[in-house]
């Protein structure tokens, strides 16, 4: 049995579930990309006795931890944020129907 056909989702849930896979695999493709350039030119920084790799490597990893971060933390449609959202809709609920939070 096909894993898609054990279950039905709503268009909404189907829509955000095919955008996180999509931002997963983009931040995949993007971090193979990141080894294979940095490595490359690590070997010829050192075949060169030069150290001036470091410096593309820490501004792209920094650019890939980015991404990272709104993938799989904060990015639209993650978990921390679902929650936070949510949090935030029974703080307005109980505040509009005159409850303490």
Not at 31 to 45: D, E, F, K
Not at 67 to 86: I, K, N, T, W, Y
């Amino acid at each position: 049995m096909n894993a898609s056909t054990s279950f039905s989702l709503s268009p909404d849930q189907e829509r955000l579930a095919q955008r996180r896979v999509k931002a997963r695999l983009g931040w995949y493709t993007h971090a193979v990309i990141y080894v294979c350039v940095i490595s490359g030119l690590t070997v010829l920084g050192w075949w060169q006795g030069h150290l001036w790799p470091v410096a593309p490597a820490l501004g792209w990893g920094f650019g890939l931890l980015m991404h990272g971060l709104g993938v799989f933390g904060f990015g639209a449609g993650s978990d921390l944020r679902q929650r936070l959202v949510e949090q935030e809709r029974q703080r307005l609920y109980a505040a509009s129907n005159g409850k303490q939070p």
